[in-house]
């Protein structure tokens, strides 16, 4: 069977749908189809988020894609309602608290002057003021530490997605359910999607957004895309002590963890020998027993006498060339779009993703959000854009 559409999205994680909804906002009125492989999102990236916001990043554009994301998040519960079914996606704005080493000062010194530059709004904080501020902290082997004092914390993840998808359904688009297989290749464009089942989508433009699929959709296209799926595990865990205003904090052993509800979560991106390019979905307990735990109790001493209760394994879409955002139009196939690779900041990237995507459907420009440094170009280019806060 062959339909046809104006515009199709592979993939109805945050991303497609965030893209499918600033369509259908900003007045797109072609044929537009969301194709999802597994309506349940048993295994997205946006299922299994850790679902955090920072504007501590390294590069300008980074920043500027999350200082949009925060805006919209606070403005969510309108943006995304449907009637008077306002969804909540409990944004908790408790900042981020990037803590480094004398050896690691400097870094953290230029990414404040490349944050203060870009508008945001960041302090460095020396031991005495860290102390004051949270005396749960160990200040063992601190130089300083960055804290972000507003538009930064952590947020529903999972229900942002659903909320997207939701509101773009209720404004008229059409989620299919399928995997793309293939793809039918005109000499400088996709004609068509094939699905596994044999059925055929044409289509004027394809959106990929297929989170750590994606290096293999853009395959279908005899498109090189260094996207591949990553394990990142979380774990959950109880203290009885209370950690007043703790926000999430980058340990300088790389070590995160923030509150989750009465509980706290943790993780670490693991040693690249622990990081296989073809992954499973089972959690590596021994990650948090031989590196997590040990950095936790040395940084907090309450998290001396904590107890694990639940973790959570889930893949990455992981830019192996920079760790960046890859967005935008490929620069011969022109109606291919990219939507991939945010490398663990995509969820709070997506409202900026998707507002930006529309933009270029629509109008051929970026208007409210720039993410032109995120550009496939950079990849042929040999040109990396190097994100030096990867969490
Ligand atoms: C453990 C963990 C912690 C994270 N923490 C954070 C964080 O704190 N902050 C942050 O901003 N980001 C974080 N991320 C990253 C963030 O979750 C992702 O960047 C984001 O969810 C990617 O969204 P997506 O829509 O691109 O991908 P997904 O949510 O994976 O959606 C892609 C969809 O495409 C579908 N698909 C794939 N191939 C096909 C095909 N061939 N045909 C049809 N459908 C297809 C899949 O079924 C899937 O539903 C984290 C990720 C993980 C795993």
Redesign the pocket.
Known sequence: MTESCDVAI?????????IAFFLLEKGFGGRLAV????PS?R????????????QQFSTPVNIAL?RF?IDFLRQAGDRLAIGDDRPVIGLKEAGYLFLASPEGLSILDKNHLVQRAAGADVALLPPPKLEARFPWLSLEGLAAGSLGLSGEG?FD?PGL?QAFRRKAQSLGVRYLT????GMERERNGISALLFGNGSRLTCGTVVN??????G??AA?AGLTLPVEPR????FVFDCRAPLPDCP?VIDTSGVWFRPEGARFIA?ISPPPERDPQDPDFDVDYALFDEIVWPALAARVPAFEAIKLTSA??????YNTFDQNGVVGPHPEVRNFLF??G?????????PAVGCAIAEWIIGGAYRSVDPSDLSYDRIPAGQPLRELNI?
């Open positions: 592979i993939g109805g994680g945050a991303i497609g749908s965030a194709i999802e492989r597994d999102y295994f997205a990236s946006s299922a299994l988020s850790a679902s955090s916001i920072r999350s994301g952590w993840g997605m399928g995997e793309i297989s957004a297929a989170g750590p699929q994606a293999k959709v279908l394990k990142r595990c979380v999430l993780g959570w394994a889930g893949h990455y879409e939507a991939n945010f490398s663990g900041h995509g969820i709070q990237q997506s969490v």
